[in-house]
């Protein structure tokens, strides 16, 4: 993320199901740069776009694992992220996102 010129969009926490594909983003034009961490104990797989499946799409591991999105990654994208979580119950991950 360049230093300085990205302003904060959102960031907090999403319960992420793991029962069905949750929206962790929202569609964003704007988007600069966005970070998803997980700090559960279980593994969450997010997808760009699309309903989030167990076992496909990028994994996010548990305990710390984390996806940064933005220009200088190769990966920026403005759609929806969705994930779902493979453990039982729902899991809380943290999001930060900059326009």
Do not use: C, H, K
Not at 46 to 60: D, K, P, Q, Y
Request: without cysteine; hydrophobic residues 45%.
């Amino acid at each position: 993320m360049a230093q300085g010129t990205d302003t904060p969009a959102g960031q907090g926490t999403v319960s992420v199901s793991n029962a069905v594909s949750t929206e962790i983003l929202a569609a964003n034009r704007s988007r600069q740069y966005a970070a998803i961490t997980n700090n559960s104990v279980e593994d969450v797989w997010v997808s760009f776009g699309a309903t989030a499946v167990v076992g496909e799409g990028i994994l996010i591991q548990a305990n710390g694992g984390a996806l940064e999105i933005g220009e200088e990654y190769d990966n920026l994208f403005w759609g929806a992220v969705n994930g779902i979580n493979a453990g039982a119950g729902a899991v809380n991950v943290a999001f930060l996102e900059m326009v």
